[in-house]
């Protein structure tokens, strides 16, 4: 019976040592992740949504940073903090952290890239850059947390 109690005992002590609690931070993190859904469907270039730019509608038109920046910051942004809040792993914490910080430098580029060229950067870039610089801050800060 105590050995029953000391191995089940050790599985709660494993199941908690991978996961990450979140507290309020889950709620700041969720609503960062909709500002930059919102930044994806507002303009980014010539009229063109992030979700266009991002499905290669403005092949053409675009260099490929931007293109670059709408996959990162979905696949970041999105997909592994949804993965992050729903599992509450570690893992994809890093995940989180590292690729939103490449999201946000690439975001940066992006943006640079089209002041340097002759189409502005739209509203709904520079918004999905500060939002992606703000997840991938809460990230870290949630996966460099752990002791």
Do not use: C, Y
């Amino acid at each position: 019976m105590e050995e029953q109690f000391r191995e089940e005992i050790d599985e709660v002590g494993r199941r908690a040592a991978r996961s990450v609690e979140l507290g309020s931070r889950a709620l700041v993190i969720a609503i960062a992740v909709f500002v930059l859904l919102v930044g994806l469907v507002l303009p980014w270039m010539n009229g063109s949504s992030g979700l266009e730019v991002l499905i290669g509608a403005e092949a053409g038109k675009a260099s490929m940073v931007p293109r670059l920046f709408a996959a990162t910051s979905v696949l970041f942004g999105v997909v592994a903090s949804a993965l992050t809040l729903t599992t509450r792993l570690w893992v994809f914490a890093w995940v989180g952290a590292a690729g939103g910080w490449f999201a946000s430098v690439d975001g940066l580029l992006a943006i640079w890239s089209r002041q340097s060229s002759d189409t502005a950067p739209g509203i709904g870039m520079v918004i999905a850059v500060v939002a992606m610089v703000v997840i991938a801050t809460l990230w870290f800060r949630t996966a460099a947390s752990r002791n």
